[in-house]
């Protein structure tokens, strides 16, 4: 039987449990907020498992499922992991070990303004592997930003069954919904509270600690052209260069969505790059006359 500890309870719609701010810059690519939560997290579930972490040989860690492109939630694993491996030192037990598991992705839609049943189908459509002979008899902990509709653990909850995988396993939540007549759509309050236009994604983006995700990637390659200029013109080349590169390393390329944007990166990189040389030539002239 699985087990379950979520940090904040989602009762009212109109009060948040947590700092709405810094849970959006954190779904777009702030790791400062991410270690925060991780820390408060930690915090929490360590109180009520702790005894429990104390009797495990072999601790193995899981963010959400994701492909090439970190989710938000693995930089929130990342860092709990940090907290409990120091737990695990100071207890003079083993280190634990982040593992992953494997997920083909193919959609665009906005996930955070579905229902359950709209959800499942989407992510139905995914593909998953997970290494069982790793994973299997061990004590896993899966860890996700919110619960909202249970769509994600029962995702997980197959993968598992399916690869006929045996072990003990807790389902980490920063936050959960437990008002079930609220809207899933209050995921997406809480995911875009802070991104209200491209230049609230640009101030994140060239904040110190920031680290592209799979919202944030998706989120430039699926904006228009004027917004994508403007994101192109206000950050660094080193950047631009990032979101390209993860882009194919996610396979978006293949994405029709996602194409138009991705070939006009292409192109700008690909003219800067020509321009920096040819610069570099006539500066070079110059200095030897």
Known sequence: MNKRYSL????CESKSPFNEEAYSRFKFGDTHCARLFAEELFDGFIKEFGEEILQQKEIILFPSP???????????????????????????????IESKIHRNQTYVEDYGNMNFEERMTLISKDTYYIDKHFIDGKFCIFIDDIK????????????????????????????????KTIHPKIENHYNYFKIKSVNDLIEVINSDGFSFNTRITKYILLTN??????????????????????AISNNYHKVEEYQNNINKLKNKLKWLSTYKKDKDKVLTHQNLQ
Do not use: W
């Open 8 to 11: 904040h309870k989602i009762e």
């Open 66 to 96: 994701y492909h090439s492109i970190p989710t938000a939630s693995n930089f929130l694993c990342s860092y709990f992991k940090e907290q409990l491996n120091f737990f695990l030192f100071e207890n003079n037990l083993p280190a634990c």
């Open 148 to 179: 909202i509709t249970g769509s994600h653990e029962k995702t997980v909850d197959k993968i598992l069954k399916d690869y006929n995988v045996n072990g003990e396993f807790i389902f980490v939540y920063f936050a959960e919904l437990m008002n």
């Open 225 to 246: 052209e004027e917004d994508f200029e403007f994101i192109f013109n206000n950050i660094s080349r080193k950047k631009s260069t990032k979101i390209l590169s993860n």
